[in-house]
């Protein structure tokens, strides 16, 4: 090879090298313009309205106050990740995932598994609070809240609801763990809301009180393959004036109270006085559930606390196929008041082996229209143990002649 084409290869080396390094500076140059790298951040972070909580500097370490960081991705995506992390993310105060300044649409998934009562590989809920104000907050007027869904998420709150959400619409919890703990409002809360559907869930409150309650018009209300449970004092579900409602395929356990339509105040505290949105429910179906260790497993249009307040009416009710227990408890299984066109078929009674209530206890609201169940038809149940009657409607009398016969004669009665 000859010197000249030697030093001729050595100088396009030469040039080559430094046509790298000057690009290497104009792209710099150009990442570095104002904006340039903020832009390319934001594209990776809400790819398709997909956003991950990480990218937007939660931390996930059960230490550090993630709430800001959380909040900027709900306030960026539509479909917000919260990936596994090794502690948890550690909220102080709410998470806005709707109202005045957002237009629903939110989806909040969860990355940690959380089926099976509540069982995360030996990991706590993905997000605490810090239990001074209600954890997932949605609050404002119906076209504000629409599809606001958590999906496979785990919180735990204390002393305030996990998800308090009011004027939803088109709203679905699905296979999430919710508890809240030393409160006595709920761990879930809905009010004014509609088409609102919680399914293969786990929820649950102690403290006094309820794992779901819907006032004001929550029109249909689905709960279906849940495992719902409430407190020493409190209970799983209560429902006020509200429409086409549904219980199906749940379990229901441990508490006070199971299921509560219209009693017309909040019977772990019956010296409140009535609860707002409190009133007649229509169209309710309660099918296939499984009521284990619940001191009053159903109260339908009764408040169980006569004398001051007598319950409200529930319109058509369908009541099927359910296994109601109280097992070690000496109380009525089912409480009915002011019902009317019920239809109670296909259940399985199992009272204490020793019990001496009735299987389903009727009251009596002088006075109300209707005041004791009427035009309710209620045959082919079982009922297991126990001395009591079937159905009674204890020592009240309706102008001199007992409500048992009245209930036997105003209704369609087989007894098991």
């Known amino acids: 090879m000859s010197r000249l084409s030697f030093r001729k290869r050595i100088m396009n080396r030469k040039l080559a ?38 990218d937007f ?35 102080v105060g709410s998470l806005k995932i709707g109202g005045s300044d957002q237009s629903g649409g939110k989806r909040l998934i969860g990355h940690r598994p959380c089926r099976g009562g509540g069982a995360f590989q030996g990991k706590p809920a993905l997000i605490l609070g810090d239990g001074s104000a209600s954890l997932l907050v949605a609050n404002g007027t ?17 002393g305030h609801p996990v998800l308090d959400l009011m004027s939803g619409v088109d709203a679905m919890v699905d296979n999430c763990w919710l508890r809240s703990v030393k409160n006595t409002d709920a761990a879930v809360r809905l009010r004014e809301s509609y088409n609102v559907t919680i399914r293969e869930s786990t929820i649950g409150c102690s403290g006094g009180g309820f794992a779901v309650t819907a006032y004001q018009q929550c029109n249909k209300l689905r709960i279906q393959n849940c495992r719902i449970g409430g407190g020493d004092v409190g209970g799983a579900v209560h429902v006020e004036q509200s429409v086409n409602v549904q219980l199906e395929g749940n379990i229901v356990e441990l508490g006070v109270y199971g299921l509560v339509v219209s009693s017309g105040i909040r019977l772990d505290q019956p010296d409140s006085g009535n609860v707002d949105g409190a009133g007649a429910c229509h169209a309710l179906r309660i099918t296939s559930n499984y009521f284990e ?16 307040h007598p319950g409200q009416a529930v319109f058509g009710a369908v009541i099927e196929s359910n296994n109601i227990g109280t097992y070690g408890f000496d109380f009525p299984l089912m409480t009915i008041g002011r019902l009317r066109a019920a239809s109670i078929r296909g259940n399985s009674f199992w009272r204490k082996v020793d019990g001496k209530s009735p299987a389903i206890l009727s009251t009596f609201a002088p006075g109300a229209t ?19 009657p079937f159905l009674s409607g204890g020592d009240v009398k309706v102008g001199g002649v007992p409500l048992d016969q009245k209930l036997k004669a105003e209704n369609d009665l087989k007894l098991p």
């Open 17 to 54: 090298a430094f046509g790298l390094i000057v690009s290497g500076v104009v792209t710099l140059a150009l990442s570095c313009q104002p904006g340039g790298l903020l832009i390319g951040q934001v594209e990776r972070r809400t790819t398709g309205g997909r956003v991950s909580v990480i």
């Open 57 to 91: 500097g939660a931390v996930g370490d059960g230490k550090t106050n993630d709430r800001a960081a959380i909040q900027a991705a709900i306030d960026a995506g539509e479909e917000i990740h919260f990936p596994n992390v090794a502690s948890h993310y550690r909220v």
């Open 142 to 158: 119906t076209p504000q809240n629409r599809a606001i869904e958590l999906i496979g998420l785990s919180a735990l709150n204390s």
């Open 293 to 308: 260790n619940v001191q009053h497993p159903l109260v339908i249009g009764s408040a169980m606390n006569l004398a001051n």
């Open 370 to 388: 209707p005041p004791h169940p009427t035009a309710c038809v209620i045959e082919a149940n079982h009922l297991t143990n126990g001395t009591g």
